[in-house]
């Protein structure tokens, strides 16, 4: 899994201008640039919070609330990038979290 490069495609609304990419060397990299998103945007509605908490659901809701997110991985095998859904990206969060926490 490590040195796949990862392009995660977003939308925050239904404008097509809202369209955005973000991309990254691997997908641990991605899942930690998904995290660091929505710690921001946490932070921009809770400006006197210093110490914000949040769990995976919290997480889910965000990514569900947007109205696009997926990531193409690149697959060395086939030298082309593979699609995955917002389903795919939560179970990577949770997979990569754990293995946060478990160090």
Same mark, same amino acid.
């Given at each position: ?39 921001? @945007? ?56 754990? @293995?946060?926490?478990?160090?």
């Amino acid at each position: 899994m490590a040195n796949r490069h990862t392009i995660v495609l977003m939308q925050n609304s239904q404008n097509r201008s809202t369209r955005t990419f973000m991309d990254y060397d691997s997908i641990s990299q991605a899942m930690d640039g998904i995290c660091t998103l929505y710690e921001r @945007k946490l932070k921009d509605l809770n400006p006197a919070n210093r110490n914000i908490t949040y769990d995976i659901a919290d997480l889910y809701n965000f990514i569900d609330g947007l109205s696009d997110m997926s990531a193409l991985v690149y697959d060395h095998s086939i030298q082309a990038y593979l699609p995955n859904d917002r389903r795919w990206i939560k179970q990577r969060l949770l997979q990569h979290l754990k @293995k946060l926490a478990n160090k």
